[in-house]
């Protein structure tokens, strides 16, 4: 098993930044890739960026390229999501979430993802 724990959401006007860190503990020599996915109200849960636990390959949603960076600190067990130049539109419930193995879906759907963390808030104000 592995737990993730999220944290650094929050309040910010439009334009501002956030950190968002998800800490994984447990089976964490078991991670493939780790990913963020975001879900507002009435919405489908999407991917916003993942990234491979070992070679550090990255993926990007395009409503996100340019304006967020994700990275990971394997001595730490931890991934990060630093999010720049954020508009309204990028509030939502923000989730960390863990891949076992590598699946036939890749890392930008929810099905390869075998651990949820209980998500944190982000909210931009225009």
């Known amino acids: 098993q592995v737990q993730l724990v999220e944290s650094g959401g929050g309040l910010v006007q439009a334009g501002g930044s956030l950190r968002l860190s998800c800490a994984a503990s447990?089976?964490?020599?078991?991670?493939?890739?780790m990913g963020w996915f975001r879900q507002a109200p009435g919405k489908e849960r999407d991917v916003v960026a993942a990234i491979t636990w070992s070679g550090g390959r990255t993926y990007y949603a395009d409503s996100v390229k340019g304006r967020f960076t994700i990275s990971r600190d394997n001595a730490k067990n931890t991934v990060y999501l630093q999010m720049n130049s954020l508009k309204p539109e990028d509030t939502a419930v923000y989730y960390c979430?863990?891949?076992?193995?590598?699946?036939?879906?890749?890392?930008?759907?929810?099905?390869?993802?075998?651990?949820w963390g209980q998500g944190t808030q982000v909210t931009v104000s225009s």
């Open positions: 447990g089976r964490t020599f078991s991670i493939y890739a």
């Open positions: 979430a863990a891949m076992g193995k590598t699946t036939a879906w890749g890392v930008t759907s929810r099905r390869s993802y075998d651990y």
